[in-house]
C-alpha cells in the first residue's frame, strides 16, 4: 500500500484535482491526519470530507469488508463487482408468510433472489475505480487502507466539484451539490437530504472513536450555511413521491403493492384497512430484506407475493413506499401484530457482517420511524419498535419458524439514538429494571453459523449480550423451550435468539453477584456479564407485572384476541392459546403496552366483509425473552418496579 502512494506522488494531475503530495496511509497511522492530508492535498473543507465520511460509514473501515450495496472504506467508495465476486448470490428470506397462522389464508412460499447483474450496474455503484483513476492509487489499497481510501473520497468530492462548474472553495457551505452528487443517489430528494444531514453533521459536530479504536473529530460549526441555490444544480431525476407518508426533506418514491383477485379466492398481496380509525397502530416491525434492492422491489410489486409498507436502500438511504400506512401488510408472521403495525424493509444480510448498515439508510430509517411514531403516537422504545426477531409466535407451533432479522449486528443503541431516544440510564441499582445497552463496536460475542452452521462469524460489533444459567461464561445458556423443546439447548448460532437480549430491551432485576447481574426471562434467571467497568446495561424504572397473589404460574400469549363471546355469529372465533412459556409465582416482566383483546377478520379480496372484534379482556404486552408476548390483565399485579426490587 505504501507503494501504491509513492507511486501516485509522482502522476501528474491529469484530472485537475490531483497534486504533487498525494496522500496515501498517514505515517503518524492517524485517521484524523489523513483526513487533513486528503483535505490539504485536494483542496477539500476537512469538514466536508469528515462530514460525508460520517454519513457514510461513521468514519469506520469494518475490516476492509463491504457494505450490503458493495461499499469500502471510511469513505464508502463503491466495488460492487468486487464485492458481488466475494459474495456472489443471496436469498429473499425475509416475509415468508402472511402471519394468519390459524386463519384462512394459506402460507406463501419465499422467492429467491438474485444478485444485481453486474453489467447493468450504474456508476454509482462503481466509484471506487473512478477513484483509482483519478489518484493513480491502486483499487485494492483503495479497498483495504482507511488512509488510502479517505483520499480517493477527497479526490471525487474534488472532482464532483470541477464537474459542476464550482470552485475548489475554502467554504463548506459551497460543497452543497457535490456532496449531494457524493451519496450516488440517482434522485433529487434522496440526494438532497443526504446532503442536508451531512450539512447537519457539521453544525453539530461529531466525535467517535472507530471500530478500529482510531478517536476521530468534527469540530461544530453551527455558522455553516449551504450555498443557497445549488439544489437546483444537482441534475438527477424527480421520483414520484404523490402520496408517500415521510417526513418532508427525505427522498420517499411511492411504488405501489398490488391489491388484486388472484383466482381461486385468494387474493394478494396485503388487507385494506382503515386504520387507525378501525384499529391503533402502535408498533413498528423493522425488517432486512435478506436480498437486494431490486428484488426486494420485484417481489413487494408480486401479486402472489406479501407487502410490507417500506423499503430503505441500502446505498443512499432512498425510501419506497408501497402501502398506505391505514392498510395492513403481510410482514410480521403473526396477524396480530401485523394489524397493529408498520413494516419496514432494509436491504440487507443479518447473517453477513461484513455487509454493514450504511449511516445513511440508519438516518433516513430513524427519520421516518419517528415520524410515522409522531403521527400515531407510538412510544419510541423496543417494546413498541420491534425488529422481526421480537416478534411472538401466534401459537406455539409457528416459534421455530419466526424470522430472525435484522439480527445481532443491527445497531440498535445508535438507531434509537438517531431517532432521539437514547438508550440512558433512568434510575440507580434501585429502580428494579435493566435496559440492555453495550457498547456496540467493542461487544463482540461469538457467533457461528453465518456461512456454514459449525462455523465461526468474523469478528464483529454487536448490539446483544448473551444470557447463561449461573454468572459465569463456562454456565449453559439458558433455555427456551418454545424454541428448542424441554430437552434442547440454546446455542451461538446466528439466528438462535434463544439466550439473547438486545439493545433497548428491558428486563426486570432478579440478582446482582458482582460483575453479573440477572434478570426474569422466559420463566427463568437469567446471568449477563455486566462489569461497571464496561457496562452492558444501565438502570432503569419502569411497570412491571407479577403473577397475582394465589397463582402458582401464569400462561403468556403470543397474541391478544378476544375472550369467545366477544365474536358476532358472522365471524370465526379465534382460540386462545398458550405458549409453552410460564411465568412462575414471583418473577416479574416489564410492561410494554396495555391492548385490549381485537381481532381483524378480513379474509378476502371483498372488503364488505371486515370487521374488527374487540373483547372486555385486557392484555399487557411484556418482555418475556427476546420475544414479547402478552398476559391477561386478570392474571397479573401490576406494581413499580423498585417495590421489592433487588439492590
Request: net charge negative.
Amino acid at each position: 500500500m505504501a507503494t501504491a502512494a509513492a507511486a501516485a506522488a509522482a502522476l501528474l494531475p491529469v484530472f485537475g484535482v490531483a497534486h504533487a503530495a498525494e496522500p496515501g496511509p498517514s505515517a503518524a497511522g492517524s485517521l484524523q491526519q489523513a483526513f487533513t492530508d486528503a483535505a490539504k492535498a485536494y483542496h477539500v473543507p476537512q469538514s466536508v470530507l469528515l462530514g460525508v465520511s460520517y454519513l457514510e460509514s461513521r468514519w469506520d473501515g469494518h475490516q476492509g469488508m463491504p457494505s450490503v450495496t458493495g461499499g469500502y472504506g471510511p469513505m464508502h467508495l463503491t466495488d460492487t463487482r468486487t464485492a458481488l465476486a466475494d459474495f456472489p448470490s443471496k436469498g429473499m428470506g425475509d416475509g415468508a408468510d402472511d402471519g394468519r397462522g390459524d386463519d384462512t389464508r394459506p402460507m406463501i412460499s419465499a422467492a429467491t433472489a438474485q444478485a444485481p447483474d453486474l453489467a447493468a450496474l450504474p456508476a454509482s455503484y462503481t466509484t471506487l475505480d473512478r477513484a483509482a483513476t483519478l489518484t493513480g492509487l491502486s483499487a485494492g489499497a483503495l479497498r483495504e487502507d482507511a488512509a488510502t481510501n479517505v483520499a480517493g473520497g477527497a479526490a471525487l468530492l474534488a472532482d464532483t466539484q470541477k464537474s459542476l462548474g464550482e470552485p475548489l472553495s475554502s467554504d463548506p457551505g459551497d460543497w452543497y451539490a457535490a456532496v449531494a452528487r457524493y451519496s450516488g443517489a440517482d434522485d433529487t430528494a434522496t440526494a438532497a437530504a443526504f446532503a442536508d444531514d451531512v450539512f447537519d453533521v457539521l453544525k453539530q459536530g461529531q466525535t467517535r472513536t472507530t471500530d478500529a479504536g482510531q478517536r476521530v473529530t468534527l469540530a461544530a460549526a453551527p455558522a455553516v450555511k449551504p450555498a443557497a441555490g445549488q439544489a437546483a444544480r444537482i441534475g438527477l431525476k424527480q421520483v414520484n413521491a404523490a402520496g408517500t407518508e415521510c417526513p418532508s426533506g427525505l427522498g420517499c418514491e411511492w411504488i405501489p403493492a398490488p391489491y388484486e383477485d388472484t383466482g381461486g379466492g385468494d387474493y394478494g398481496n396485503y388487507d385494506k384497512a382503515d386504520r387507525p380509525n378501525t384499529e391503533k397502530i402502535d408498533t413498528i416491525v423493522i425488517h432486512d430484506t435478506e436480498g437486494y434492492w431490486d428484488t426486494a422491489l420485484q417481489l413487494v410489486q408480486d401479486p402472489t407475493y406479501l407487502a410490507w409498507h417500506y423499503t430503505v436502500r441500502s446505498s443512499d438511504g432512498h425510501i419506497a413506499q408501497h402501502l398506505n400506512t391505514k392498510d395492513v401488510g403481510w410482514h410480521a408472521g403473526n396477524w396480530y401484530t401485523n394489524s397493529k403495525s408498520v413494516g419496514i424493509e432494509h436491504e440487507g444480510f443479518l447473517t453477513d457482517p461484513g455487509t454493514w448498515y450504511t449511516e445513511s439508510m440508519y438516518r433516513t430509517s430513524a427519520r421516518l420511524v419517528k415520524y410515522l411514531a409522531a403521527k400515531y403516537h407510538i412510544p419510541l422504545d423496543r417494546q413498541h419498535i420491534l425488529g422481526h426477531d421480537n416478534v411472538p409466535g401466534p401459537t406455539a407451533s409457528y416459534i421455530s419458524g419466526m424470522h430472525t432479522d435484522p439480527g445481532p449486528y443491527w445497531d440498535w443503541g445508535h438507531y434509537m439514538a438517531l431517532m432521539g431516544a437514547p438508550l440512558r440510564a433512568t434510575a440507580g441499582a434501585w429502580g428494579g429494571v435493566v435496559t440492555i445497552a453495550p457498547d456496540y463496536d467493542t461487544n463482540q460475542p461469538v457467533y457461528t453459523g453465518c456461512v456454514t452452521a459449525a462455523a465461526v462469524c468474523p469478528a464483529h460489533g454487536s448490539d446483544a449480550v448473551r444470557l447463561y444459567t449461573a454468572p459465569s461464561e463456562d454456565a449453559p445458556l439458558v433455555k427456551d423451550i418454545g424454541l428448542h423443546g424441554a430437552t434442547g439447548a440454546s446455542t451461538t448460532g446466528v439466528n438462535d435468539v434463544g439466550a439473547r437480549a438486545s439493545a433497548g430491551q428491558q428486563f426486570a432485576v432478579a440478582e446482582r453477584q458482582g460483575d453479573w447481574t440477572a434478570v426474569w426471562y422466559l420463566g427463568q434467571k437469567a446471568w449477563f456479564h455486566n462489569p461497571a467497568s464496561q457496562p452492558t446495561a444501565v438502570n432503569s424504572i419502569g411497570l412491571v407485572i407479577t403473577p397475582r397473589k394465589g397463582l402458582a404460574s401464569i400462561p403468556v400469549y403470543g397474541r391478544a384476541y378476544p375472550e369467545a363471546a366477544a365474536y358476532p355469529a358472522d365471524v370465526p372465533v379465534q382460540g386462545i392459546f398458550p405458549m409453552p412459556y410460564a411465568i412462575p409465582a414471583g418473577q416479574r416482566y416489564v410492561v410494554g403496552n396495555v391492548v385490549p383483546g381485537e381481532y381483524f377478520y378480513s379474509t378476502s379480496f371483498d372488503t364488505s366483509n371486515q370487521k374488527v372484534v374487540r373483547g372486555k379482556q385486557l392484555y399487557y404486552e411484556i418482555q418475556l425473552g427476546h420475544r414479547v408476548e402478552y398476559v391477561m390483565a386478570s392474571d397479573v399485579t401490576l406494581l413499580p418496579s423498585v417495590l421489592g426490587a433487588p439492590r
